[in-house]
């Protein structure tokens, strides 16, 4: 076991399987010499060479064309997309040509990429630079979707999306790339790809999430067990296709299910697990299931972020909400119900 960051678990990861397979291409802006912005590359391009660590033009969909190039030939191109917003000259590619190839040619030929993408907030940036786009390709059939929470599953899922025939979006957020966490460098024992897992047990409250709001899920878990609220915590990993046999397991035990995602709320992936988890399992909920999301809004500005983002309080808020309580686990449920409608209402 070693201690890293996620950031350097990714990098490990990667590290990993190009040792593994001399076929695997790493392609991106600045993520060579620089190392990437966040420098979840760095060393790579020293140890591997200019021709397997690729720094490319700032042309997305350029990039995405060339690796559709590459996996058409026998390659296992893995494309860092620098920023979650840079991904939309991108998108014809991926909807288009990445997730439909091997259906077109039924069969014949496989699209083994894996497209990085940093995404959420959390770190001040500036427009353009914060995003939450998953929904869209979680409704794109061909393309398997993973969200990543803590350094263990960075690299062995990094490790398992490349080695994967199918093209994966490996969305990691972007404000965790400095948590630590223990790693064991092998992946042995290590859940599939396409399983979500159950981060704590609990009895009264399912609550689902994914990626950077793992950790604030923990402690909303950890916070309601104060007051004698037992919550069990589910990190899907995988958001297509999702593993909706332990979330279904875990609401057939609790009742009542609450999810939360900073992606805004219409369409999101949130809706998809509310409608499918009640025709699963509508005779055991004891409410309807709670959405805690981020607003109906364009990503606010670095300023009001902490507004927009959910927190212990709006998951705490949630959560009484499906045990039918007062507001008695969260502290301004108020506060956050106004910011939002003041946000949403700017936007129309």
Wanted: proline share 6%.
């Amino acid at each position: 076991m070693s201690t890293m960051t996620f950031g350097r678990a990714i990098n490990a990861g990667l590290r990993a399987a190009m040792d593994a397979d001399p076929k695997v291409v790493l392609m991106g802006e600045d993520i060579g010499t620089l190392g990437g912005v966040f420098r979840i590359t760095d060393g790579l391009k020293k140890d591997f060479g200019a021709s397997r660590v690729i720094d490319t033009p700032l042309a997305e969909s350029g990039i995405m064309g060339t690796a559709v190039g590459l996996a058409f030939r026998g390659y296992r191109p893995v494309v860092e997309i620098q920023f979650d917003g840079f991904i939309y000259p991108a998108f014809d590619q991926i909807v288009c040509q990445v997730a439909k190839m091997h259906y077109r040619t039924r069969g014949a030929v496989n699209m083994p990429l894996t497209i990085r993408v940093p995404f959420g907030g959390g770190i001040g940036s500036p427009e353009h630079h914060s995003e939450s786009p998953e929904a869209y390709f979680t409704h794109t059939s061909g393309l398997r979707v993973v969200s990543v929470s803590n350094p263990q599953d960075a690299y062995t899922m990094i490790q398992q999306a490349i080695a994967s025939n199918d093209p994966v979006l490996y969305f990691e957020p972007k404000r965790r790339y400095h948590v630590k966490g223990e790693v064991q460098e092998t992946l042995d024992g290590a859940l599939p790809l396409g399983q979500a897992r159950v981060v704590t047990q609990g009895t009264d409250v399912t609550l689902v999430t994914y990626g950077p709001l793992v950790m604030t899920a923990v402690d909303a878990a950890v916070a309601a067990s104060d007051e004698g609220v037992s919550v069990e915590v589910i990190d899907l990993r995988s958001l297509s296709p999702v593993d909706f046999a332990t979330v279904e397991a875990s609401v057939r035990k609790t009742g009542r299910l609450v999810i939360t995602h900073e992606a805004g709320k219409s369409g999101g992936v949130g809706a998809e697990i509310s409608a499918s988890i009640t025709e699963r399992c509508f005779d055991y909920l004891e409410h309807a299931p709670v959405r805690v999301t981020g607003f109906d809004v364009p990503y606010p500005s670095s300023k009001l972020e902490h507004h927009h983002l959910p927190d212990l309080d709006r998951m705490l808020d949630g959560v009484d909400r499906a045990l039918r309580r007062p507001n008695s686990l969260s502290t301004s449920p108020a506060a956050h119900s106004a910011a939002g409608a003041a946000l949403e209402g700017a936007a129309l």
